[in-house]
């Protein structure tokens, strides 16, 4: 009997020590969370986030840490990790309050980085926990409103560039068929010298003969019905002066051969 009493008295005592450390430690949490909305108000936001990081690590349960932590990042400027924290908060939260919250600062922070597709996500999200906000609802309108324009502006944009690659496209094509044609009329060109050349050519020679045919043809007319030609007559003049020359010949021969024959004296 005594050895039961003993033993349940010590249970208890480790029960009660375990509940005073952990009555402690919520405290000491609350006691985080207290200083590190001071900081926050302050705004000395290193000193706050620090504040929930110690809550947070003492009491992870709770959604209000991670909540006010993505507050003092969303602060900072920090959106991406503002984003984080708030979604955890949702995760942790056990009300519609809590979770309505979250996610309609997640919504803030994807405006601020014009996401504006995840924001309207965020906002619906917010309004299926409590769709009597009017601060959520304009928000809501607010995003679709500015994801339309962010649209409407991207089809634009790569309308425009759609445009710009096609005249792109088009003055190449122009500049390839401009080279096309430039080659071409050089090469008809190059043919055409090339056939002007050959007949210039064939022109000369033909002008050539037709201008020796029209010298004789010149000559022939000039000569009068009866009488000689210059050809004509200078054959006559050879043909004279040959036989002149074969009669004094004849004549030079009779005379060497008449000749005395002089004998050479013999002394």
């Keep these: 009997m005594k050895k039961n009493k003993m033993k349940q008295l010590m249970i208890l005592f480790f029960v009660l020590i375990n509940y005073n450390h952990l009555i402690g ?15 926050h108000q302050k705004e000395v936001y ?3 986030e620090s504040s929930y ?6 009491d992870n349960d709770k959604s209000i840490g ?16 503002a984003s984080q924290r708030y979604f955890q908060s949702q995760k942790k939260a056990t009300s519609k309050l809590d979770k309505h919250k979250a996610f309609h600062n997640m919504g803030n922070v994807y405006m601020k980085k014009k996401e504006y597709q995840k924001a309207v996500e965020s906002y619906k999200n917010a309004l299926r926990n409590n769709s009597l906000d009017n601060e959520t609802r304009y928000n809501y309108v607010l ?9 409407k502006e991207n089809q634009n944009k790569d309308s425009k560039s759609d445009e ?10 122009k500049s390839d068929d401009k080279e096309g044609d ?41 000569n009068k019905p009866g009488q000689l030609s210059n050809q004509q007559i200078k054959s006559l003049l050879d043909a004279m002066n040959k036989q002149e ?23």
């Design 25 to 39: 430690q919520l405290n000491n949490s609350e006691n985080h969370l207290f200083e590190g909305n001071e900081s």
């Design 46 to 48: 290193i000193n706050s």
């Design 53 to 58: 990081r110690k809550s947070i690590s003492m």
């Design 66 to 81: 991670y909540y006010n932590l993505g507050n003092t990042h969303y602060r900072s400027k920090d959106y991406d990790p």
């Design 143 to 151: 995003a679709k409103e500015l994801l339309d324009k962010q649209e």
């Design 164 to 173: 710009k690659e096609k005249k792109k496209n088009d003055k190449d094509s």
């Design 182 to 222: 430039e080659k071409d009329s050089k090469s008809d060109n190059k043919k055409s010298d090339q056939k002007d050349n050959n007949g210039s050519k064939s022109d000369n020679k033909k002008g050539e003969q037709k201008d020796k045919q029209d010298s004789e043809n010149k000559e022939s007319s000039q």
């Design 245 to 267: 020359k074969e009669v004094q010949d004849k004549v030079n021969r009779k005379k060497v051969k008449g000749a005395p024959i002089k004998n050479e004296k013999d002394w």
